[in-house]
């Protein structure tokens, strides 16, 4: 215990310093996860104008239209260079994207956005919490994760949204759900892509779990449970035929590419996905709180 207080405080004192040092395609400072969660993933189409350009466990959707193209999520630092290279591979231009957006600022959502700016010339924007922490570069001490977080990239000049607002770039239209509880700028997005006349309803939706620095304890925290409870009830509502997610196993999303490259045309299509999603963060979190009681 003493070992981890000692490495956190070195972490935490390394944290800005990393931040301003950390350049154009250099892997992740002491990540254990980053080797396998920037595997690299074949681009696909997901549905009408909707297209998957992540790694193949962190997602990273590209929206495209004639008038420009919209970005969720930069992945990893080190997955930047793969994402360009997938948006070219499906025949775009990295010029083309007009708007970055975020679901959540932490290191393997948020990592790459710096880069991939630079590289096409997008404007950014994200919820007011995620912004101030894209101006610095470090993670947010309000954040349950703090200690054991890596930093970002600065991000340059990145705007702000509000809760409800509607994002335009051509005929695009993303609508911005603040679903706050993970971090304290989660933002869930929704959108329409059509397919040979037919319109579905897509959502990226952030993630409610509870991962948490050690020691962190949820129930010591009232005020962060009703913060996730009204997240569950906000995600639970939101119009969704198609469900993706930043993690892409939590919706299933290759899965679905599997099932759909062996012939079931809709694979992507459950309008139930995101109910069974939110139920099973909500057990996790019952879970999580029963545990803390056991441990008390």
């Given at each position: 215990?003493?070992?981890?207080?000692?490495?956190?405080?070195?972490?935490?004192?390394?944290?800005?310093?990393?931040?301003?040092?950390?350049?154009?395609?250099?892997?992740?400072?002491?990540?254990?996860?980053?080797?396998?969660?920037?595997?690299?993933?074949?681009?696909?189409?997901?549905?009408?104008?909707?297209?998957?350009?992540?790694?193949?466990?962190?997602?990273?959707?590209?929206?495209?239209?004639?008038?420009?193209?919209?970005?969720?999520?930069?992945?990893?630092?080190?997955?930047?260079?793969?994402?360009?290279?997938?948006?070219?591979?499906?025949?775009?231009?990295?010029?083309?994207?007009?708007?970055?957006?975020?679901?959540?600022?932490?290191?393997?959502?948020?990592?790459?956005i710096a880069q991939l700016q630079r590289m096409t010339g997008a404007a950014v924007k994200a919820s007011p919490w995620s912004a101030k922490l894209f101006a610095n570069g470090e993670p947010g001490k309000d954040d349950q994760q703090y200690g054991?977080?890596?930093?970002?990239?600065?991000?340059?000049?990145?705007?702000?949204?509000?809760?409800?607002?509607?994002?335009?770039?051509?005929?695009?239209?993303?609508?911005?759900?603040?679903?706050?509880?993970?971090?304290?700028?989660?933002?869930?997005?929704?959108?329409?892509?059509?397919?040979?006349?037919?319109?579905?309803?897509?959502?990226?939706?952030?993630?409610?779990?509870?991962?948490?620095?050690?020691?962190?304890?949820?129930?010591?925290?009232?005020?962060?449970?009703?913060?996730?409870?009204?997240?569950?009830?906000?995600?639970?509502?939101?119009?969704?035929d198609i469900l993706l997610t930043p993690h892409p196993d939590v919706s299933k999303t290759m899965d679905r590419f599997a099932r759909r490259e062996k012939g079931e045309a809709d694979a992507f299509v459950d309008s139930a996905a995101w109910h069974?999603?939110?139920?099973?963060?909500?057990?996790?979190?019952?879970?999580?709180?029963?545990?803390?009681?056991?441990?008390?």
């Amino acid at each position: 215990m003493r070992f981890l207080y000692r490495a956190a405080l070195v972490f935490l004192f390394l944290a800005p310093a990393a931040a301003l040092a950390l350049g154009k395609g250099e892997p992740t400072p002491d990540c254990k996860d980053c080797g396998h969660w920037n595997v690299p993933q074949k681009p696909f189409r997901v549905y009408g104008n909707t297209y998957y350009v992540g790694t193949a466990e962190l997602s990273s959707i590209l929206i495209t239209s004639d008038g420009g193209d919209i970005l969720i999520d930069g992945d990893l630092n080190e997955s930047a260079p793969q994402i360009a290279d997938n948006i070219k591979a499906l025949g775009f231009r990295l010029s083309d994207v007009k708007l970055i957006l975020n679901s959540h600022a932490h290191y393997d959502h948020a990592g790459g956005i710096a880069q991939l700016q630079r590289m096409t010339g997008a404007a950014v924007k994200a919820s007011p919490w995620s912004a101030k922490l894209f101006a610095n570069g470090e993670p947010g001490k309000d954040d349950q994760q703090y200690g054991i977080l890596q930093p970002i990239a600065r991000i340059a000049h990145a705007g702000t949204l509000h809760d409800g607002e509607t994002v335009h770039v051509g005929s695009l239209a993303l609508t911005a759900h603040f679903t706050p509880g993970h971090t304290g700028g989660g933002t869930s997005w929704t959108w329409q892509s059509c397919e040979a006349g037919r319109c579905l309803n897509m959502a990226y939706v952030d993630s409610l779990s509870t991962a948490a620095a050690p020691g962190f304890r949820f129930s010591d925290h009232q005020d962060l449970l009703r913060t996730f409870d009204k997240s569950f009830d906000a995600v639970a509502g939101l119009p969704c035929d198609i469900l993706l997610t930043p993690h892409p196993d939590v919706s299933k999303t290759m899965d679905r590419f599997a099932r759909r490259e062996k012939g079931e045309a809709d694979a992507f299509v459950d309008s139930a996905a995101w109910h069974n999603v939110a139920d099973s963060f909500r057990a996790g979190m019952q879970k999580r709180l029963a545990q803390e009681k056991a441990e008390k």
